[in-house]
């Protein structure tokens, strides 16, 4: 032994240092973040999407540089998940994209923060929004100004497994429907299936948007005016959890495992595993309908079968184009935008990808090369618009949700689902939510 | 052995014999040697900038920023705004998820680290002994370690403990029908615990060179006596390797604690179902990088970082009763 160091100091020196070291990495992991910048002068684009959606915006943009040989375009795009952590931490370390797929339910918060360009001063310019609603252009304006430009019609559809209805001997429910009509027919899904199917999947924590429509149908918004409030009472969302709970007591809808493992997973979606026929996650045909092989046909949120029931439904923006306020590159941002809303071979490539294109105009350059289930889509889209168009009853379509609004639809989604899994009722959990929601909104 | 070590370093050595003042040369010369053997001037810090670069900016000067941000709110994409101990007030008082996800790491710590440190050291007796192709399997062994921390095994763990993975399958030839591991609140931090204890690798290769080291001659002994294997162990085999032991504890707590990975991508960002799987580190992700609330979110890594290091005390603290240092 020629060194000097014990056994016991060598020990202890060690577990200090790698103690010491493994503590400070906890804490410099929150505290980094610098901005790689764009090294070149080329403009960065984002979105989320489908492959479908990707090879789509690829192709309309090649198309587009062909014409504009000065603007070169770096297209980053993803799924969904972790698509605006990133765009968070790139916002912050000054390297935010130029022009970016925004999401019309954070729209309003990233305008409020001042990180998104208003558009208001390009539009009858270099920014074409000819054939453009109104309640279209609503989607993607924020305090009376333009902030994001609608890709596209949305309307919110159930998803049907229809060759699956068909197998069992069911007739395709008429489109106006009602909520009681959809626990029958789930119902009659799981008996004649031998229970080896549930009907639809559980949505009373979400698919945010039926639980929405449902609470207009009762003459109520998500939201208060001034977004610092809850805009339902605790008794329509008593009735909905109750509802939900009801279904599952009669095998209507999947146990809570299942709708847990489908969170954030359209893999794991009840209908693309095949344990429902009816989805109210619009992803399912979002993702081009490659996720199963089922034959897909749609239908509107049920409506409310009680008195004095309203029309729920609205028609929102599918999603955005927005250009950033630190982008020196806006006025190049807003020419591949109004592109992308008017050229027609554009609008061909994209088809559907982007939600139904929101000019008759670009309705019609589509229609010809569409296929089946996008026909179905298409049509049913048509019934649900022309349906909020004629009622009298129906609430102005929903403000851009405020901030917090997305750990307002996860602690839906927890409170259902701790219900569901009989950890919590209806009753205890509703205190709780109304709680805990008010905190969220006002911090 | 060492007692005659630390006697010759008490050995002084005689002072050099000082410089006669006729001689005037010599002094000079002699000066400058020192000047330039201790001061060097600024050459050393030149060669050691890149680790001061490093430890300044990327070390502690994140940390003291973090500190300073857990006492204000900041959205990241605005200005931060001071709200004192607000955060931290919250934290404690009112957020349910703070304690659910306390809940899950104290349960994840205290179960994975005794189960892993357990499987490491077994593993690691039994690949000490001199078998043909050992290295082989040692090799073998520390596979998963490897692999274990990557996205890639952790998508796998999803699939297998999934209503209809492998391990159902398994189940299934026993005639027993299993459930979705990973969607059940009451297992699914199991399947992480699980993931945890498969990665033994570190530990087990740390505790085998230190099984390496125990002297032969103390075995000899022992057997000549009749000591039993069992007793063996007991006896000689854990207090010799106490030291080692204590090392691997202070790590795999600390690792525990800080677990992201696993819980990001098999609950699939979720921290679910039920927050079950919602461990501390996840927690703070996602209230940093996905609530925007990273001032909070600093806060929640100081109230970690004090955690560990009161974890880490009490360990050293501890450590004196029960490690058994041979000099």
């Known amino acids: 032994m020629g060194h000097q160091i014990s056994r016991r100091t060598l020990f202890r020196t060690a577990s200090g240092l790698a103690a010491a070291g493994a503590l400070g990495s906890a804490l410099t992991a929150c505290g980094g973040g610098t901005g790689a910048g764009s090294a070149n002068d080329r403009l960065t684009m984002t979105w989320w999407g489908s492959d479908e959606r990707h090879a789509a915006y690829k192709k ?14 770096e297209e980053r795009y993803s799924g969904y998940d972790g698509y605006f952590d990133k765009f968070n931490t790139n916002v912050a370390g000054g390297s935010a994209p130029d022009l970016l797929q925004m999401d019309t339910a954070l729209v309003a918060q990233y305008a409020r923060k001042g990180v998104l360009a ?11 929004l000819t054939g453009f609603s109104r309640t279209l252009l609503a989607a993607g304006t924020v305090d009376g100004k333009l902030y994001g430009v609608p890709s596209g019609i949305g309307v919110n559809q159930l998803t049907v497994n229809r060759s699956g209805l068909e197998k069992l001997g069911l007739d395709f429910p008429d489109p106006e429907w009602t909520w009681a009509d959809l626990k029958k027919i ?31 149908e009762k003459g109520e918004q998500l939201f208060s005016a001034d977004g610092k409030k809850l805009g339902f009472t605790s008794d329509t969302l008593q ?11 009669a095998d209507a809808c999947p146990p809570p495992a299942v709708t847990s493992a489908a969170h954030n997973d359209l893999t794991k979606n009840a209908v693309v595993i095949g344990k429902a026929l009816f989805t109210f996650d619009t992803g399912v045909y979002g993702a081009g309908g490659s996720i199963t092989d089922a034959t897909l046909d749609f239908l509107p949120t049920p409506q409310g079968d009680w008195s004095g029931a309203r029309e729920g439904n609205y028609v929102n923006g599918g999603v955005l184009l927005s250009a950033t306020k630190a982008s020196k590159r806006v006025a190049d941002s807003v020419k591949i935008v109004s592109y992308l809303a008017q050229d027609p071979t554009a609008i061909k490539d994209m088809q559907l990808l982007r939600g139904i294109p929101p000019t008759e105009k670009a309705r019609d350059l589509i229609k010809a090369g569409l296929n089946d289930t996008d026909r179905r889509n298409l049509a049913m889209a048509d019934h649900i618009s022309s349906r909020v168009a004629k009622a009298s009853d129906v ?29 919590t009722t209806v009753k205890s959990q509703l205190g709780r939510f109304f709680d805990q929601a008010a905190g969220i909104l006002s911090a | 052995m060492s007692m005659t070590t630390a006697q010759t370093d008490e050995v002084v050595k005689e002072p050099p014999a000082p410089a006669t003042p006729s001689d005037e040369r010599e002094r000079e010369r002699m000066r400058r040697r020192l000047a330039r053997k201790r001061g060097g001037g600024w050459w050393p810090y030149v060669f050691l900038a890149p680790w001061f670069v490093g430890l300044f900016g990327l070390t502690i000067y994140p940390m003291l920023d973090s500190l300073y941000l857990s006492f204000t709110k900041f959205d990241l994409l605005t200005s931060p705004e001071w709200i004192g101990a607000g955060n931290y007030d919250r934290m404690f008082t009112e957020d349910p998820v703070f304690w659910d996800s306390v809940r899950a790491t104290l349960l994840y710590v205290v179960v994975s680290v005794p189960l892993k440190l357990a499987l490491a050291l077994g593993v690691a007796i039994l690949l000490n002994r001199p078998l043909r192709g050992i290295g082989l399997y040692r090799a073998a062994f520390y596979l998963p370690s490897l692999l274990g921390g990557a996205v890639a095994v952790a998508i796998v763990w999803r699939q297998v403990f999934g209503g209809d993975g492998l391990f159902n399958d398994v189940l299934g030839w026993f005639g027993i029908t299993g459930q979705d591991w990973i969607s059940s609140p009451d297992t699914a931090l199991y399947t992480l615990v699980l993931l945890a204890v498969w990665q033994f690798g570190t530990p087990m290769v740390i505790f085998l060179a230190g099984l390496k080291q125990l002297p032969k001659d103390v075995y000899e002994a022992a057997a000549i006596d009749g000591a039993s294997p069992v007793t063996r162990f007991f006896r000689i085999t854990l207090p010799l390797l106490t030291p080692i032991v204590f090392f691997n504890v202070v790590l795999q707590i600390i690792d525990a604690f800080k677990t992201f990975t696993p819980a990001f991508v098999v609950s699939n960002g979720t921290g679910g179902p039920l927050n079950s799987t919602m461990l501390y580190s996840l927690y703070l992700y996602k209230k940093g990088f996905t609530d925007l609330q990273m001032g909070y979110a600093s806060a ?28």
């Not at chain 1, 009735?239 to 007591?249: F, P, S, T, V």
């Not at chain 2, 109230?303 to 029960?322: K, S």
């Open chain 1, 60 to 73: 309309a943009l090649a198309a587009f540089q062909k014409k504009n040989s000065a603007i070169e375009i």
């Open chain 1, 118 to 128: 208003p558009l208001d001063s390009y539009v009858g310019k270099s920014l074409d």
């Open chain 1, 186 to 216: 789930s119902v009659d899904i799981h008996k004649k299936s031998g229970g080896k199917i549930y009907g639809t999947d559980d949505v009373g924590g979400g698919a945010l948007q039926a639980f929405e429509i449902f609470a207009r």
């Open chain 1, 239 to 249: 009735e909905w959890w109750e509802y939900w709970a009801d279904l599952r007591r």
């Open chain 1, 395 to 423: 609430l102005d379509a929903p403000q851009p949700p405020p901030q917090g609004a997305d750990q307002i639809w996860d602690l839906l989604f927890q409170s259902n689902l701790s219900i569901a899994f009989g950890r």
């Open chain 2, 300 to 327: 929640l890594a100081w109230v970690l970082f004090l955690v560990i290091a009161g974890f880490t005390a009490v360990n050293f603290v501890a450590g004196r009763y029960w490690v058994h240092y041979d000099d």
